[in-house]
């Protein structure tokens, strides 16, 4: 059996949503002869993250680890899963139906495309929907170096991080997730980027929560001192691998 691993960071302040999490994967169908697991990341003590999920689902696969910010929890989730893909889900976000059949079939597919991301949408206290604000590209293969290109123009990427499926031999060649206080994904997407082709899905696949206690509303998220050094540290970082990879890499 083929597996994909969902992993997902959680903190108390957020493991209220991770049913509607659950509920989203429980729509999934997946393709013949695959399966997945869900890896949860407790960020730090207290989290208590299996009252809020079945005891006897044993595709759920919790643990904990020192508070380290989502980015280190994704990465220890990371540490301890066993798929040959690792799809990222948010404890506060919720996949659409299909989103894993899609992101397997473009990987099992186009052996030269090492990840994936989808539309997005976001997802209102209210339960309604509106369209996320990012500039989608046009569904297909996004040619290695066009998410840099459009990150340096821009200074935000234009496919959602969230959304990312990727390649297991990519994701440990990179380390997992940049240990940063926001925008590790950002960080791993460009680092991908800088390796291989991705493709751009066009269907949604994610549902991303608005809500005020997420990490992109914080005051620092967007300005300031900390931003400049995170936005200089994942330059630095996504120039470095685009260099040793043109180097090396033929």
Wanted: charged share 20%; net charge negative.
């Amino acid at each position: 059996m083929n597996v994909v691993s969902i992993v997902t960071p959680v903190h108390s302040g957020a493991v209220r949503f991770l049913p509607d999490a659950y509920a989203s994967l429980l729509c999934q169908d997946l393709p013949a002869g695959w399966s997945w697991e869900w890896c949860v990341q407790e960020d730090g003590s207290d989290v208590r993250a299996q009252s809020y999920l079945p005891a006897d689902d044993p595709r759920i696969r919790i643990s904990s680890s020192r508070a380290g910010g989502p980015h280190v929890a994704r990465t220890m989730a990371f540490a301890r899963s066993r798929g040959a893909y690792l799809k990222t889900l948010d404890s506060d976000d919720q996949l659409t139906p299909g989103t894993l059949a899609r992101d397997i079939a473009v990987l099992e597919e186009h052996a030269s495309v090492g990840w994936t991301t989808s539309r997005v949408v976001d997802l209102l206290e209210d339960g309604s929907t509106v369209s996320f604000e990012f500039s989608d590209p046009q569904p297909g293969r996004l040619p290695k170096g066009s998410a840099f290109a459009f990150w340096t123009e821009h200074r935000r990427p234009q496919v959602h991080p969230a959304t990312l499926c990727v390649r297991r031999s990519l994701l440990a060649l990179l380390g997992g997730w940049m240990a940063l206080p926001a925008s590790g994904d950002t960080g791993l997407l460009l680092g991908l980027d800088a390796l291989a082709d991705g493709w751009f899905i066009g269907d949604t696949g994610l549902a991303y929560r608005k809500h005020d206690g997420q990490i992109t509303a914080h005051p620092h998220h967007r300005s300031g001192e900390e931003w400049e050094a995170r936005m200089s540290l994942i330059r630095e970082h996504a120039e470095a691998i685009r260099a040793w990879a043109d180097t090396h890499g033929r």
